[in-house]
């Protein structure tokens, strides 16, 4: 980690991106990424670039031009593969550095600091911030420990660790109001309600795997957005008895976007179709509908 702080002292401006269609530990990473470093060096030009998701935090991108990623050091948070990353831009930057808590499938970066330990990448950056002895805002603590509750399940799934509670309690203690936090994480509209029931009245449940699929006109009957239905309603089939491998089948231009749970491993039938992930969460990109039946009979293989 003292390489990745040298990277960060040399440089005078740092951009800080994300993967597409974020979720909360890629906007916690991110904006708690920023904060970090906006207290600790607050002389340095620190950027972010990405897309608004659905949370209703208050949090602010940047819109940045191409000549301002020129002679910049680049972070990229969360994001398991290249093509995975918002902003191509970062390929003009001067450095790049990869923080990462994905199977390391696709390294990338100057400096690929993977730990697939980790429950979240929102971990991964507040224990930078311990091991360097970097000041934790009040608000920073707020974004990051959104992120470690977001992709640990609030703390549920295997990954979780000692570690996660010894950051999640440092969080704390900056004063956030988990209140607030929790409120605004997990509130629902009546729409989305209506959502969820219609996933819990029509998943397909065979043998050992539970399952649902989304077509164009699914999302216009609920007037949802793909992430809320891809990954929205997943594990709305978990917890099931004698099911141990649920996904979603969410179609969106032109192709079918795979979102596959497990309580036992599931990452090689994400792999296999080209996809990644974790051990147990992870997804692919499939060209076609008959591609979806394959992926159903190797779930039922598991």
């Known amino acids: 980690m003292i390489q990745i702080l040298n990277k960060i002292l040399e440089y005078n401006k740092i951009i800080i991106i994300t993967h597409k269609r974020p979720d909360m530990d890629a906007l916690g990473s991110q904006m708690g990424m920023k904060l970090l470093l906006k207290e600790n060096f607050p002389k340095k030009q620190i950027y972010t670039s990405g897309e608004v998701n659905s949370f209703n935090f208050k949090y602010e991108l940047d819109e940045l031009t191409d000549d301002e990623f020129k002679d910049s050091l680049v972070i990229v948070l969360d994001s398991g593969s290249e093509h995975l990353i918002y902003d191509q831009r970062f390929i003009t930057g001067d450095f790049l550095i990869k923080f990462d808590h994905h199977i390391n499938n696709s390294p990338y970066g100057d400096i690929c600091y993977v730990d697939e330990t980790k429950e979240s990448c929102a971990g991964m950056v507040t224990e930078f911030a311990i091991k360097n002895d970097l000041v934790i805002t009040k608000d920073a603590a707020f974004f990051l420990f959104a992120g470690i509750v977001a992709d640990s399940g609030r703390f549920l799934y295997s990954n979780v660790s000692e570690f996660t509670f010894k950051a999640a309690s440092l969080l704390i203690s900056k004063g956030i109001d988990l209140e607030e936090l929790y409120s605004e994480l997990y509130k629902t509209d009546l729409r989305f309600k209506k959502l969820q029931g219609y996933v819990l009245s029509n998943f397909i449940a065979e043998g050992n795997v539970a399952y649902i699929k989304y077509n164009e006109s699914t999302a216009k009957k609920f007037n949802s957005t793909f992430v ?37 491993d599931c990452l090689d039938i994400a792999i296999k179709h080209g996809g990644g992930g974790h051990l147990r969460a992870c997804g692919a990109t499939l060209k076609s509908w008959d591609e979806v039946d394959e992926v159903i009979k190797e779930m039922k293989a598991l």
């Open 228 to 264: 809320e239905l891809k990954s929205g309603t997943v594990n709305l089939m978990s917890n099931i008895e004698n099911i141990n491998v649920w996904a979603t089948f969410t179609e969106h231009d032109d192709s079918i976007f795979l979102e596959l749970r497990g309580s036992i």
